[in-house]
């Protein structure tokens, strides 16, 4: 077929090894022994008009693979080779293609999307919104939405964080918080002040803007735009299943909590301004939580240095875990918290920086004004589908729910032991994580040509599953894993058909990865 041809088919095939097909399993074809019911028309999309699913899938095997992907017209992808599926419609904890499939999804997008798909109630809550007062500037305006979305968010904060600045996504909320923490110490101290340096961990991420990149240790995504910012120090997680200092729980007298004073020493603690992690790492090691003992530990030092900290519950934060915030566990009260994703369910892009009194106190009685500012701080649309978020949770005890559910989940999660290929179960609440091994006993990880979560991911696909994927854990290169987070919204039979799909998905998974086909 003629490359005009193709373009004139409005499809673009593109020429890869064979391997590349394990790589991006969404742009697999099913195989005939699927089990899934798949409606044949629907590849009519994925190949050059009057080819069937046999001939592209032949194409796939016998000319050194074929990965027919569809063109999208001026719209950038988030992968040019992969062959996304086209989303329709939503429907509580569901996903519609353009051929009418459901697909569970598994994993709430990217754990946003927690009160479930097209609720009525919160979309003409943005509808009046939108129809009333759609935007004002907050350099000359602030409006009652957005009033009443700060106090929704503080009635759910620990005691003492009062303040809320509402933004338009994660990295923005994590960028908010490093230039408030650093201006509430030139408020506080005066101009020279010399606590500017933030700390943060390794395996981590806290967004996608030049100053979150910096931040975080999250090496597969730093590496191209290295040059572009400034990195900050970085101590260990909590990774107990792989200890980077060779100990074990609880004889390790928590080494990794302790490396935070030991940083600050090292810095001095007249240079360091905060402490950035999320109390549970979400993205970058699926759902790893810390021993009981570890955010008291980090409580402390923080105090005692002088040192502000700052909680990224952009994922954790809502309900996910069981509580409102994920430090509520241990009985945590962070300086800072930057929350996004599920505050407003998915239904408007948002973020927030909650704030204790005496830092927005400071400013006040000093300079009078946060020296920042966003186009869409403080939106009135963004804020009305926040209010209608957090009523809708409270009234139909969505955390309480997550909390329950999530220990059930869990419960049914540790039988995956039983797969060759499942290393750990973890996570709190309805955040779980499952890291993905070639060896049990020895935790022994695939190899990354391999790349085990793909295929993971790609087998509970055909099963009707969706969920979040990663890499790179143990080192920035090697090391598998996956999340799991249904919506907060989850029934007990929900429960069930989840990890229905995701055990055949995983066996599926295992039988592929160690025969090596």
């Keep these: 077929m003629t490359k005009a041809k193709l373009h004139n088919n409005n499809m673009k095939v593109v020429r890869t090894s064979f391997l590349s097909i394990i790589r991006y399993p969404l742009c697999s074809l099913p195989s005939a022994s699927s089990n899934v019911n798949y409606n044949h028309k629907a590849f009519s999309l994925w190949v050059p008009a009057g080819l069937q699913q046999r001939s592209c899938e032949s194409n796939l095997k016998n000319r050194e693979g074929m990965v027919c992907?569809?063109?999208?017209?001026?719209?950038?992808?988030?992968?040019?080779?992969?062959?996304?599926?086209?989303?329709?419609?939503?429907?509580?904890?569901?996903?519609?293609?353009?051929?009418?499939?459901?697909?569970?999804?598994?994993?709430?997008?990217?754990?946003?999307?927690?009160?479930?798909?097209?609720?009525?109630?919160?979309?003409?809550?943005?509808?009046?919104?939108?129809?009333?007062?759609?935007?004002?500037?907050?350099?000359?305006w602030y409006n009652d939405a957005t009033m009443e979305a700060s106090k929704e968010v503080a009635s759910i904060t620990p005691d003492g964080l009062n303040y809320v600045w509402l933004v338009s996504g994660g990295s923005e909320a994590i960028e908010s918080a490093l230039k408030l923490a650093r201006q509430y110490f030139v408020e506080r101290d005066g101009e020279g002040s010399s606590k500017y340096v933030m700390i943060a961990r390794w395996n981590s991420y806290h967004g996608s803007?030049?100053?979150?990149?910096?931040?975080?240790?999250?090496?597969?995504?730093?590496?191209?735009?290295?040059?572009?910012?400034?990195?900050?120090?970085?101590?260990?997680?909590?990774?107990?299943?792989?200890?980077?200092?060779?100990?074990?729980?609880p004889s390790c007298d928590l080494r990794c909590a302790h490396a935070l004073e030991h940083e600050i020493r090292r810095i001095g603690q007249q240079y360091v301004a905060a402490f950035v992690a999320e109390p549970i790492v979400g993205s970058t090691v699926g759902a790893l939580h810390p021993p009981k003992e570890?955010?008291?530990?980090?409580?402390?030092?923080?105090?005692?240095?002088?040192?502000?900290?700052?909680?990224?519950?952009?994922?954790?934060?809502?309900?996910?875990?069981?509580?409102?915030?994920?430090?509520?566990?241990?009985?945590?009260?962070?300086?800072?918290?930057c929350s996004a994703k599920a505050l407003s369910g998915g239904y408007s892009p948002v973020g927030a920086l909650i704030a204790k009194d005496e830092i927005v106190e400071s400013l006040k009685k000093g300079s009078g004004a946060f020296q920042h500012g966003h186009t869409y701080n403080a939106n009135p649309v963004t804020a009305a589908a926040v209010t209608a978020t957090l009523r809708l949770i409270k009234r139909e005890k969505l955390v309480e729910n997550a909390a329950l559910q999530g220990e059930r989940f869990y419960k049914k999660l540790e039988t995956l032991y039983q797969i060759p290929i499942v290393g750990e179960v973890r996570g709190m609440g309805l955040m779980r994580g499952i890291e993905i091994v070639a060896n049990q006993s020895t935790k022994e990880a695939f190899s990354t040509s391999v790349n085990a979560a793909g295929v993971v991911t790609g087998e509970c696909f055909k099963e009707g599953l969706v969920i979040y994927p990663g890499r790179g854990q143990i080192d920035g290169i090697e090391g598998d894993q996956f999340l799991v987070a249904p919506p907060l919204t989850v029934t007990e039979s929900e429960i069930d058909e989840i990890f229905m799909r995701l055990e055949r998905g995983l066996r599926s998974a295992s039988d592929k990865l160690l025969s090596g086909k």
């Design 69 to 140: 992907v569809p063109e999208y017209g001026s719209m950038i992808p988030r992968s040019y080779k992969t062959a996304l599926r086209k989303a329709v419609r939503g429907e509580g904890m569901y996903l519609f293609d353009e051929e009418g499939k459901a697909y569970i999804d598994g994993c709430c997008g990217a754990l946003l999307s927690s009160v479930g798909h097209g609720n009525k109630e919160i979309a003409d809550a943005i509808y009046k919104q939108l129809t009333t007062l759609e935007f004002a500037h907050p350099s000359r």
């Design 209 to 249: 803007t030049i100053g979150t990149m910096g931040l975080a240790g999250s090496m597969a995504r730093r590496r191209t735009f290295f040059p572009l910012y400034q990195d900050h120090p970085k101590i260990a997680s909590h990774y107990c299943y792989r200890c980077p200092y060779g100990l074990s729980y």
């Design 294 to 337: 570890y955010w008291p530990i980090v409580r402390d030092i923080c105090s005692r240095y002088d040192v502000l900290l700052i909680a990224d519950e952009i994922m954790t934060g809502i309900g996910r875990t069981g509580k409102n915030f994920c430090l509520n566990h241990w009985n945590v009260t962070p300086d800072m918290i």
